[in-house]
Structure formats: C-alpha cells, structure tokens
C-alpha cells in the first residue's frame, strides 16, 4: 500500500489485517497536492509525488519503490498498474468500480501473474460520505469497518475481524479548522476525487478501545497552515509509545 496521509488515512489502515476522501474549499484558491513527506521517529523520509490531468483527477503516485498510473476507462472503471521503480516490473493492478460520482466502491487487486490478491469494498451514505470499508482476502477471515459521520466529520467507528468485535475507535475534530484538501478518513490512494467527501474540518486527536473498554491506540495531531488554510505540515504524536511523525505537503 502507498504510504498515505496519517492524518486522513491511517486509522483505516489499522483496521487491516493487510497494510500493505470532495468538499469544496471556501477559499478563492484551491489547490491540489504535489508532494508529500512523511518521516515517522526520525526514520528514513518518504515521499510520494501526484500527476493530475486537466480535470484534476489523478494520474500517477511516485513513490519511493513504486509508481501506480491511473487509467480512466469509463465513467464506471478505473484501472490503477503498478510497477516496481528499479525495474519497471509489474507490482501489481488494481481494477476498480466507480459509482455515478465517480468514487471506487470496489477495488479487486491482482497480482503480476494474474492471480487474486484482495478486495476492498467501501460503501456510501446518501451524503457521499463512506460509512463502511470491508476488506475480502482470497481465503481466510477478513474485516469491516462501520463509520459514524455527524456534521460533515466521522465521530465514531466499530471495527471487525471476522463478525467479531476487534476494537472502536473515536475521533475528535478542531470545527475552528477546515479541512482545504477534501482527504478523508478512509480510502486506498491519496485522492479527494475517488473516495467520496472528505472531514469537514481537520482531526486532532484520535483513540481506539478494545473489547472490553481498554485504550490500545491513542494519537494526536498538530497541523501548520498557509495563508489559505491548507496544511503545510503536521506533527504526529503516538501518546503510548511516546513516538513522533511529520507530515509535509507541497501543492500546485
């Protein structure tokens, strides 16, 4: 899986047995993102930069082992190949169904030898919000996740493996901060074209309980932003483990 946005996109991706969202901005200027850097504990950084085509959707992720290009088909599918950057090789494709807007409700990935990998599905409430994400192995157990969105923000979600219980999570928005880039909380590439709308403002802090009520994930985040209200950098910070990341964006 690319390396994503932790703000807007790694709560879905703790939910995974695997691994490895549009608002309209108020303001005059809006912007789309180029490059993202992502350093997590003072680790090596991680960068991915976006290609868009003239209707501002995307069309290729660098990343630092693979570029992913987008293929539009139709109105209904999207084909995403990914290659390996040492080598060109395949990686693996990805053939995705669109709904009436254009968002992916499903996306089946397939291995360079044509074999079955995993699915996603992701499901939409009549806001245009996605309310559940469900991951489908080949064999074995796979998960769900359930979302719930109250003013434009997700504030709660359930998360299963299986049909069991495997933890909640609750999430806590700053209303005083907009969310500019229309991400969400949930989706596979960094798109705000592909995954339905996005927070109506920005996240701050996020938590996920187990079972039985005990804190197993616990995250807060600070965002530095330009004059137009899009963020230039976030800090993440893992409150248990004492861990930080920082997230720096460039847009065009």
């Known amino acids: 899986m690319n390396k994503i946005f932790i703000i807007f996109i790694s709560i879905f991706a703790l939910s995974s047995c695997q691994k490895d969202t549009e608002l309209i901005p108020t303001s005059s200027k809006t912007k789309s993102l180029a490059k993202f850097t992502y350093v997590w504990n003072n680790e090596t950084p991680e960068i991915e930069d976006f290609t868009y085509d003239a209707q ?94 109250q003013n434009g923000n997700v504030v709660s979600s359930k998360n299963f493996n299986g049909d069991v219980l495997s933890y909640t999570g609750k999430y806590t928005i700053d209303s005083s901060l907009e969310n500019k ?54 800090t993440s910070l893992n409150v248990l483990q004492n861990k930080k990341g920082i997230e720096t964006y460039v847009y065009k």
């Open 56 to 149: 501002g959707r995307v069309t290729l992720i660098k990343g630092d082992e693979q570029s992913s290009t987008f293929n539009y088909v139709s109105a209904s599918s999207l084909v995403v190949t990914a290659k390996n950057n040492s080598d060109n090789s395949p990686y693996r494709s990805f053939n995705c169904t669109l709904n009436s807007k254009g968002y992916i409700t499903k996306i089946s990935m397939i291995n360079p030898d044509g074999t079955f990998y995993y699915t996603y599905n992701y499901t939409y409430n009549s806001d245009d919000y996605i309310i559940k994400t469900e991951g489908v192995p080949p064999t074995g157990t796979g998960y769900y996740a359930e979302y719930v969105i």
């Open 181 to 234: 880039t229309g991400f969400g909380h949930t989706g596979y590439w960094v798109s705000n074209k592909l995954f339905g709308k996005g927070y109506k403002n920005m996240l701050v802090e996020y938590k996920s309980f187990s079972p039985s009520n005990a804190l197993t994930w616990h995250m807060k985040y600070e965002h530095d932003l330009d004059a137009d209200g899009y963020p230039l950098s976030t």
